[in-house]
């Protein structure tokens, strides 16, 4: 009778994380700059109109903070391809409802055209980097290989590398 036993491979060649991008969705330059543009936002609907507060000042605070949400997941869900390019994509939705809002508080006079202007390029700038990552999903993929150990009655034991994929198709 032999046992099995799983171990999972966490190191790349760099010899840490296997995304050499970044350790948590947090290192990502896309993420801090949503972040800057949650808060930027933030502090610009303070001078909305009371009367704006359910309607402009939440929607444009709710999507700039969705951004961030819909990237946290999509690093959540980078094992799957198509689910992360998916995240991705409501990620970049959200900045583009954004610059709507955004757009309407302008025109409606609550932001300054500099102001606007200045959150709009953030927001472009975000889109661009999303943009990018949703080109080179694959480069995000973490699939981490198990290594299955199998200890026969002697004291070989054999080795094989096996991805997440392997079992899927099964």
Not at 64 to 78: F, L, Q, T
Request: glycine share 4%; proline share 2%.
């Amino acid at each position: 009778m032999t046992s099995l036993e799983v171990k999972i491979d966490k190191t790349n060649a760099y010899g840490g994380s296997r995304n050499p991008f970044a350790h948590g969705f947090r290192d990502l330059i896309v993420y801090q700059r949503q972040r800057e543009l949650a808060r930027k936002v933030f502090e610009a609907s303070k001078r909305f109109p009371k009367d704006e507060t359910f309607s402009l000042t939440d929607q444009i605070r709710r999507s700039s903070r969705a951004v961030g949400a819909a990237i946290a997941e999509a690093w959540g869900k980078r094992r799957y391809p198509r689910h992360f390019v998916s995240k991705l994509t409501d990620a970049d939705s959200e900045q583009l409802e954004t610059q709507h809002w955004l757009e309407s508080a302008r025109d409606a006079g609550y932001l300054n055209e500099i102001d606007c202007q200045t959150l709009l390029q953030l927001c472009d700038e975000i889109g661009r980097m999303l943009g990018s990552m949703i080109n080179k999903a694959e480069q995000f993929n973490v699939a981490e290989p198990l290594v299955l150990k199998e200890d026969a009655a002697s004291e070989e034991s054999a080795y094989c590398s096996l991805t997440t994929a392997d079992f899927v198709n099964r």
